[in-house]
């Protein structure tokens, strides 16, 4: 089992945690994923993709509030959220990660994820 997997499988064991994917900035890609993926899923997170390359433009070359950490997005059932992962390649990768609204504290889950989001391309 790769790392990647791994990695993958223990955010995916966080509380309330449906699925999660790493993703392409640039293109919007899902490069791998696990868990319980709607058909939405790979849709939602280019999304998000798009949503990180326009927040880094609005944010500037020079970003004086630093760079771009999380985008977030709820609904009544759900939430989802992406860390920007850094990365030499390209526009970077960002960690996607759908989440059962009902069943996640949102804070927790957040700083779960972060503390796990650091190995993901180590």
């Keep these: 089992m790769s790392s990647l997997t791994e990695s993958l499988g223990q955010v995916l064991a966080v509380d309330g945690v449906r699925a999660v994917a790493l993703v392409d900035i640039a293109?919007?890609?899902?490069?791998?994923?696990?868990?319980?993926?709607?058909?939405d899923f790979p849709a939602a997170a280019a999304s998000m993709a798009d949503e990180a390359r326009l927040a880094r433009t609005a944010l500037g070359p020079d970003r004086p509030g630093g760079d771009l950490e999380e985008i977030s997005l709820m609904t009544p059932a759900r939430l989802q959220f992406s860390k920007v992962l850094a990365s030499r390649l390209g526009e970077g990768m960002l960690l996607f990660v759908?989440?059962?609204?009902?069943?996640?504290?949102?804070?927790?889950?957040?700083?779960?994820?972060?503390?796990?989001?650091?190995?993901?391309?180590?």
């Design 27 to 39: 293109t919007g890609m899902v490069v791998r994923s696990a868990g319980e993926e709607g058909t």
């Design 98 to 122: 759908d989440l059962d609204r009902t069943r996640v504290n949102m804070a927790l889950a957040s700083l779960q994820v972060g503390r796990l989001a650091r190995a993901i391309l180590a």
